[in-house]
């Protein structure tokens, strides 16, 4: 009975005292949990969101490039009996001089498709007329260059699209090898062209939209297509550039084109 006292106060004493909360400490936990959201919010934007976006993008040209390879059902009614087929004549790509060009769409307009077999057999964009980024590249669709050519035109066919976001439609495109078919179908048929190099310049290096990309008062004596995206992914003060040349035609009477497979294995990026 008479230990008993003492030990209660030594219990007592060792008691660890309570913990005060502080302003800083709040404030750091407030800051922590911040960060923690930011970097989730940016992991969406990067992987889940672009892959969900991307997925749906894909849906959506699939759609329009099918629709432009089934006739519709008033053609198939009035179109006349075929002929005889002439066993001199091949299928495929057509004649350089038989290349249809299209007028310019409004902006806005929806008008192609673009597919890059060394992006995979599921990568395939739409492509509308504008590069405005709120109703175009934020929408996840390919933008065409107002002042540039259209596919098929003698000059300069250019593009842009983002890297990352908005279904980050030309991510991949440091993966190019030199030789990639990079394909866009209109209602026309199927326009390819062949890749041959990337570069990087400055956003203020607005040349690579020439006719002859990068050639002032140059007269374009043949057909380039140009690609344009950030570079890096986060910087808008750069551009990564690739440049392709026209290869072929085929109209779409003649069904999707050879270029249209997936690319030579052992040509890896």
Same mark, same amino acid.
């Given at each position: 009975?008479?230990?008993?006292?003492?030990?209660?106060?030594?219990?007592?004493?060792?008691?660890?005292?309570?913990?005060?909360?502080?302003?800083?400490?709040?404030?750091?936990?407030?800051?922590?949990?911040?960060?923690?959201?930011?970097?989730?919010?940016?992991?969406?934007?990067?992987?889940?969101?672009?892959?969900?976006?991307?997925?749906?993008?894909?849906?959506?040209?699939?759609?329009?490039?099918?629709?432009?390879?089934?006739?519709?059902?008033?053609?198939?009614?009035?179109?006349?009996?075929?002929?005889?087929?002439?066993?001199?004549?091949?299928? !495929?790509?057509?004649?350089?001089?038989?290349?249809?060009?299209?007028?310019?769409?409004?902006?806005?307009?929806?008008?192609?498709?673009?597919?890059?077999?060394?992006? !995979?057999?599921?990568?395939?964009?739409?492509?509308?007329?504008?590069?405005?980024?709120?109703?175009?590249?934020?929408?996840?669709?390919?933008?065409?260059?107002?002042?540039?050519?259209?596919? !098929?035109?003698?000059?300069?066919?250019?593009?842009?699209?983002?890297?990352?976001?908005?279904?980050?439609?030309?991510?991949?495109?440091?993966?190019?090898?030199?030789?990639?078919?990079?394909?866009?179908?209109?209602?026309?048929?199927?326009?390819?062209?062949?890749?041959?190099?990337?570069?990087?310049?400055?956003?203020?290096?607005?040349?690579?939209?020439?006719?002859?990309?990068?050639?002032?008062?140059?007269?374009?004596?043949?057909?380039?297509?140009?690609?344009?995206?950030?570079?890096?992914?986060?910087?808008?003060?750069?551009?990564?550039?690739?440049?392709?040349?026209?290869?072929?035609?085929?109209?779409?009477?003649?069904?999707?084109?050879?270029?249209?497979?997936?690319?030579?294995?052992?040509?890896?990026?």
């Amino acid at each position: 009975m008479g230990d008993s006292a003492p030990v209660t106060r030594r219990s007592h004493r060792r008691r660890a005292p309570r913990r005060r909360v502080s302003i800083v400490g709040v404030l750091g936990e407030l800051l922590i949990t911040v960060g923690v959201v930011a970097l989730l919010y940016v992991s969406w934007q990067m992987w889940v969101g672009d892959w969900i976006i991307g997925a749906e993008k894909h849906k959506q040209a699939s759609a329009l490039s099918q629709s432009w390879m089934t006739p519709s059902p008033a053609a198939s009614e009035d179109a006349s009996p075929s002929p005889s087929p002439d066993p001199s004549a091949t299928a !495929g790509p057509a004649p350089d001089a038989v290349v249809p060009v299209q007028a310019q769409p409004d902006h806005g307009t929806t008008f192609g498709v673009m597919f890059v077999p060394r992006f !995979g057999s599921q990568w395939q964009f739409t492509i509308a007329a504008g590069t405005s980024r709120h109703d175009i590249l934020d929408q996840g669709e390919i933008g065409h260059y107002a002042d540039t050519g259209m596919p !098929g035109a003698v000059g300069n066919t250019v593009y842009a699209a983002h890297r990352w976001t908005s279904g980050a439609p030309f991510d991949p495109i440091d993966r190019l090898v030199v030789g990639d078919a990079i394909v866009v179908q209109t209602s026309d048929g199927w326009y390819t062209y062949r890749f041959r190099t990337l570069e990087y310049v400055q956003d203020t290096q607005v040349d690579v939209l020439l006719d002859v990309p990068q050639k002032v008062g140059v007269q374009a004596n043949g057909r380039y297509l140009t690609l344009t995206s950030c570079a890096p992914k986060l910087n808008m003060l750069e551009r990564i550039i690739a440049y392709a040349v026209f290869d072929s035609f085929t109209p779409a009477s003649s069904g999707p084109p050879a270029s249209l497979s997936a690319p030579t294995q052992g040509a890896t990026a």
